[in-house]
């Protein structure tokens, strides 16, 4: 679940992964109380039966005994938390369902619910945040296990899907499940996508490329569709594998499942697809596989080109949107020039929760990623920290410039290597789709510097490119919340090769 009982909070990780999630009840309640002219300050901090009943609901206790232990794990933090509690009790049309992703009781109702529809069934393997599923549960799919290994992704996903059963969401290495995936599965799968990373892409070696031990967990996430014989498989990763496609594409024609005494074989074919062809504002180039069961192939009379000719017949007629699109109607932020905060929320610089000042349906993208609902609160809105030198060179660059343009040579740290770090300094071109956002934008962001603001590009502005609805959260630290980010599918584009693999369930 969601929150693990207090009891349970034994280590150090555990501890700042449920006080991130406590911190997030309280900033949530305290934004929908400024948002309606209320003065949390005027509830108190004690703790009644009341109180009690809904810390059990959350799933943060099992009994009033163990308040003693909530307060002393909480510190300073537990006087907020029983007034975000005791104002929730008492404004429950104020709250809504802002809280529902964190309450354990509320989401095991959304999962049993989830449970009992009959849904194509999805299985998504190197799920990070979760933009592939998202893509396809919002296209009627279901998802009947994730996984992957890092922790602050399973946080993410965990959170922003809580119609997914805690058990089926996975935090561990694919290599120490693949074997007994089974054991976590009880139906048939219908869809497998996923995007295993694969590194070892040197041009020099002569080797099949696809074997160097960098790739080994493309490997097992092959394993796993043989364990599993899925109706489809969706992989997805850089467009720098195309040269080696055929290498994969002769591994996916090698694979030979066994399923109820019938032996299964799987035809498969690639294709680049641009992200803004499907609306998003972003050119992201990822390559695509899809795989068929043969038997689901011959039944519908359809190969992986057929399905990619029709994807992108589809694009056709698809709204193209820019940057711009994704920059309006969102609160203007002043840099953060305060060093080591990038965490510390303010009015200036951001909030990790704050008030939304606009609808989130202001303009045709906005209705798209946000599925054309209003939304009042906005997350991961904030701006990194900015050093003098950095902020000169992003005031002084204007739009379409970069590293090797005269007006910040007198600056420029890495001139004498302008060749290798063109790109080191680039400020977007607010007319056009955006550059691909990347997971690198933890490390800085001088790639991606805002064409008004001097300053870069926010988490929320950056998953607003991506496509990602201004409610979705993204959990852990503030630079881990850009690598989440960077390295996600944008699901709007998933949600198009998602609606036309479930013609054919």
Do not use: W
């Amino acid at each position: 679940m969601i929150f693990k009982n207090i009891k349970e909070i034994n280590d150090k990780k555990l501890k700042v992964t449920f006080l991130e999630k406590i911190d997030l009840h309280i900033r949530i309640v305290d934004s929908l109380a400024v948002l309606n002219n209320l003065d949390i300050e005027n509830y108190n901090d004690s703790v009644d039966v009341n109180t009690a009943k809904y810390l059990i609901e959350l799933g943060i206790i099992y009994a009033d005994t163990e308040i003693p232990l909530l307060k002393k794990i909480l510190s300073s933090r537990f006087q907020s938390f029983i007034k975000s509690v005791n104002f929730t009790i008492q404004n429950n049309k104020i709250i809504g369902n802002h809280l529902d992703k964190l309450n354990n009781s509320i989401r095991l109702k959304y999962q049993q619910k989830e449970n009992a529809l009959d849904k194509p069934t999805l299985v998504d393997f190197f799920c990070g945040a979760g933009g592939l599923s998202l893509g396809f549960v919002k296209e009627g799919f279901k998802v009947i296990l994730a996984n992957d290994h890092e922790d602050v992704c399973i946080d993410t996903y965990s959170y922003n899907h809580p119609e997914v059963r805690d058990d089926k969401i996975i935090n561990g290495d694919i290599r120490k499940i693949v074997d007994n995936v089974k054991d976590y599965i009880d139906q048939d799968v219908d869809v497998i996508v996923g995007g295993p990373p694969c590194q070892g892409f040197s041009s020099a070696n002569q080797q099949r490329i696809i074997d160097d031990p960098r790739n080994e967990l493309y490997k097992y996430f092959i394993k796993a569709i043989t364990h599993l014989t899925p109706k489809f498989v969706v992989m997805e990763n850089v467009r720098g594998m195309l040269p080696h496609a055929q290498q994969v594409i002769d591994d996916y024609k090698d694979i030979e499942s066994l399923k109820k005494g019938i032996n299964y074989t799987y035809d498969v074919n690639c294709k680049i697809l641009i992200s803004d062809d499907f609306g998003v504002a972003q050119k992201r180039q990822r390559l695509i596989f899809i795989a068929i069961r043969n038997d689901v192939a011959k039944e519908n009379n359809i190969t992986p080109d057929k399905i990619f000719e029709q994807i992108i017949s589809n694009s056709d007629s698809i709204k193209r949107h820019i940057l711009n699109d994704a920059l309006e109607y969102i609160k203007p932020l002043e840099p953060n020039r305060v060093k080591n905060s990038n965490e510390i929320d303010s009015d200036e610089s951001g909030k990790k929760v704050d008030v939304n000042q606009f609808n989130g349906n202001e303009n045709s993208y906005l209705k798209l990623i946000n599925n054309g609902r209003s939304i009042p609160l906005i997350f991961n809105h904030k701006s990194r920290f900015v050093n003098d030198l950095n902020f000169d060179i992003y005031r002084l660059l204007d739009q379409g410039d970069d590293a090797t343009n005269e007006k910040i040579a007198h600056l420029m740290p890495y001139s004498h290597r302008n060749n290798v770090f063109k790109d080191k300094y680039y400020k977007l071109v607010a007319d056009k789709p955006c550059r691909t956002i990347t997971a690198h934008m933890r490390m800085d962001c001088h790639s991606h510097i805002h064409p008004y603001a001097v300053r870069s590009l926010s988490p929320r502005e950056a998953a607003r490119i991506q496509s990602f609805p201004d409610d979705y959260v993204f959990m852990g630290a503030y630079l881990k919340t850009y690598m989440q980010i960077g390295n996600a599918v944008p699901p709007i584009m998933a949600s198009y090769v998602a609606k036309e693999i479930k013609k054919y369930l």
